[in-house]
């Protein structure tokens, strides 16, 4: 119990304890955990907002952009992500997707994946524009483990070419 403050203090039938004190300054302290409703909201100045079955939200001051972590790991950004250092992507064929949101023709949709030691580039042919599911694609380049690349399609060079080795031209 502090001066100019407002304590609210709870008996174990032995002894007095200060669950939550108000502070003359607007602090609030809680001793123990605070427990919400089901999807409650916490807010704070710099928007914060933890939502039970919702995830969790961390919001810029125009309230609407930031960063969403879905109960299911999912992530959502609004805005740019910048990073210093690496970015670490594990999965079984580690897919990298590209949306266009201006386009609306054939190349809206692209992927990068690593499949089987393999990097390759495909673009989304799914219905006439693509759909962003990718259950119908080119897979326009391919950079493979053995140092060999598969272009399928043209090659369109802006310079010579330069080769070391043989050449088979059919």
Not at 8 to 25: E, I, K, N, P, V
Not at 73 to 93: E, K, S
Not at 119 to 135: A, E, M, Y
Not at 139 to 157: F, R
């Amino acid at each position: 119990v502090n001066n100019y403050s407002l304590s609210f203090q709870t008996y174990d039938g032995s002894s007095l304890s200060t669950a939550l004190r108000l502070d003359g300054d607007n602090n609030a302290t809680f001793t123990g955990n605070v427990t919400l409703s089901s999807n409650s909201n916490v807010m704070s100045a710099r928007k914060f907002t933890a939502r039970d079955g919702n995830g969790v939200m961390l919001t810029a001051d125009d309230a609407s952009s930031g960063l969403s972590i879905a109960d299911n790991g999912n992530a959502t950004f609004t805005g740019t992500v910048t990073t210093g250092g690496r970015i670490h992507i594990t999965d079984t064929a580690v897919p990298i997707t590209f949306t266009e949101s201006g386009n609306t023709g054939t190349g809206k949709y692209w992927r990068q994946v690593l499949d089987g030691g393999d990097i390759r580039f495909d673009v989304d042919t799914t219905s006439t524009n693509g759909d962003g599911s990718f259950s119908s694609y080119n897979a326009l380049i391919q950079l493979n483990a053995d140092g060999h690349t598969d272009i399928n399609g043209n090659l369109d060079v802006g310079g010579g070419i330069d080769v070391t080795g043989n050449i088979t031209v059919s």
